[in-house]
T-cell receptor, first 114, second 111 residues
Framework: AQSVTQPDIHITVSEGASLELRCNYS??????LFWYVQSPGQGLQLLLK??????LVQGIKGFEAEFKRSQSSFNLRKPSVHWSDAAEYFC????????????FGTGTRLQVTL | NAGVTQTPKFRILKIGQSMTLQCTQD?????MYWYRQDPGMGLKLIYY???????DKGEVPNGYNVSRSTTEDFPLRLELAAPSQTSVYFC??????????FGQGTRLTVV
C-alpha cells in the first residue's frame, strides 16, 4: 500500500521569505501526486498535480513542486511567501488503481510572520 | 457549477443517535469518497464508490455506512454515534486518475 510522509508538522516563515514543504511517498509504480491547501474551516483546494512528463510542475498562487523519483519526493516550493499563504498543506498520492484512491500525508501547518 | 456540496456544515449529536451526512456533486464524476479529518492525522478514507450501485470500505469504515443510488449522491450514515466519531468529514469526487474535488466539510461533535 502506498504511504505519504510529511516530516514537518509546523513551519513558520517570514513574509517574503522562500518556502519549501517536504513530501516523501512510498509507491511501487509511477504515482500521481498532488498538493492541496486547506484554509481554516474550509475544504481542500488543489494547488498542483503531477501525472507524468516535466518533473517541475507549476501550480496556482505561485507555487511549484518538483518530482524526484530517485528520492521518492515531491516537495512544494514558493520563492516569496505572502501572509495569505498561511494554511495547512497536504501532499497526496493516487494509487492509480481501479478505485483511484488518494492517500494523504498528515499535513504541514504554515504560519507566516509579518 | 456548484461542485461538491455537503450538508449540514455543523452538527451536534448525542451518543447513540444516528444521522446522515449528505453529499452531492454536479460534475458527473463516477468516483466519490468520504474522508474524516482529525487533528494531526491528515485525511483517512472511510468509504468510496466507483459508480452508482458500487461501494467499498476504506481505511476506517467501522460505525459508518454508505449507499450510492445515483451518480450525483453519496450519503454517509452514522448509526449509534460515539464520541470517537467527533471529526470533520469531507466528501470528494473525481474522475479516474484525475484530481479530487472536495466539499466544504461537515463538522460533527458527538457528546
Amino acid at each position: 500500500a502506498q504511504s505519504v510522509t510529511q516530516p514537518d508538522i509546523h513551519i513558520t516563515v517570514s513574509e517574503g521569505a522562500s518556502l519549501e514543504l517536504r513530501c516523501n511517498y512510498s509507491y511501487g509504480a509511477t504515482p500521481y501526486l498532488f498538493w492541496y491547501v486547506q484554509s481554516p474551516g474550509q475544504g481542500l483546494q488543489l494547488l498542483l498535480k503531477y501525472f507524468s512528463g516535466d518533473t517541475l510542475v507549476q501550480g496556482i498562487k505561485g507555487f511549484e513542486a518538483e518530482f524526484k523519483r530517485s528520492q521518492s519526493s515531491f516537495n512544494l516550493r514558493k520563492p516569496s511567501v505572502h501572509w495569505s499563504d498561511a494554511a495547512e498543506y497536504f501532499c497526496a498520492v493516487d494509487d492509480t488503481g481501479t478505485a483511484s484512491k488518494l492517500t494523504f500525508g498528515t499535513g504541514t501547518r504554515l504560519q507566516v510572520t509579518l | 457549477n456548484a461542485g461538491v456540496t455537503q450538508t449540514p456544515k455543523f452538527r451536534i449529536l448525542k451518543i447513540g443517535q444516528s444521522m446522515t451526512l449528505q453529499c452531492t456533486q454536479d460534475m458527473n464524476h463516477n468516483y466519490m469518497y468520504w474522508y474524516r479529518q482529525d487533528p494531526g492525522m491528515g485525511l483517512k478514507l472511510i468509504y468510496y464508490s466507483v459508480g452508482a450501485g458500487i461501494t467499498d470500505k476504506g481505511e476506517v469504515p467501522n460505525g459508518y455506512n454508505v449507499s450510492r443510488s445515483t451518480t450525483e449522491d453519496f450519503p454517509l450514515r452514522l448509526e449509534l454515534a460515539a464520541p470517537s466519531q467527533t471529526s470533520v468529514y469531507f466528501c470528494a469526487s473525481k474522475r479516474l486518475g484525475a484530481e479530487a474535488f472536495f466539499g466544504q466539510g461537515t463538522r460533527l461533535t458527538v457528546v
